[in-house]
């Protein structure tokens, strides 16, 4: 497992692995196919948008009781555009009610992410087809246009006014 299996109690790994196995539950009821890895309690998508490939890996965390929702857009940073991509994914964020987006300045990634702590319940198939939902859409939806930036396909504010309309 990923995390030190010495600090984690029997009750906390199977709920971990039944938090797990209701993610994957909610993943066939909405007919997606993916990759469960058991073993690091971790299970990837991929899926085409409404304009490019969306990578998606849940992860759930035992010893911290929390699952982890992470998608990576299929492209990179150059050095000279981090500082205004930043400042960009800035303004995403403070339009978005969850998760977020995270720029890797060492990489030039971009990530979006959403955690979510099961401590004290119990976490339904339905509440991870809306996380999942809510995460594809909200990828979707900017993915493009980010791209489009740092390929010098728009200035950061045509950006701007792309996301405001």
């Known amino acids: 497992m990923s995390e030190n299996n010495a600090n984690i109690s029997e009750e906390k790994a199977k709920l971990a692995d039944t938090v797990l196995r209701l993610i994957g539950e909610a993943l066939d009821d909405i007919g ?3 990759d469960k890895d058991a073993e690091h309690r971790r299970i990837d998508i991929q899926f085409v948008g409404n304009d490019i490939p969306i990578f998606v890996r849940f992860s759930v965390n035992a010893l911290l ?3 982890a929702l992470y998608s990576t857009l299929p492209f990179t940073v150059p050095e000279e555009k ?3 991509t930043a400042y960009l994914l800035n303004h995403i ?3 978005i009610l969850d998760g977020s987006f995270e720029l890797n300045i060492n990489e030039g990634t971009v990530t979006f992410r959403i955690n979510n702590s099961y401590v004290g319940c119990m976490i339904s198939k339905e509440s991870f087809d809306v996380l999942f939902r ?3 859409d909200t990828v979707d939806k900017f993915n493009e246009k980010l791209k489009a930036f740092v390929e010098d396909e728009m200035t950061a504010d045509q950006f701007l006014q792309a996301i405001e309309a």
Do not use: H, S, W
């Open 32 to 34: 997606l196919k993916y």
């Open 65 to 67: 009781e929390n699952t």
């Open 82 to 84: 981090v500082l205004e």
């Open 93 to 95: 964020n403070n339009r």
């Open 134 to 136: 809510k995460a594809a």
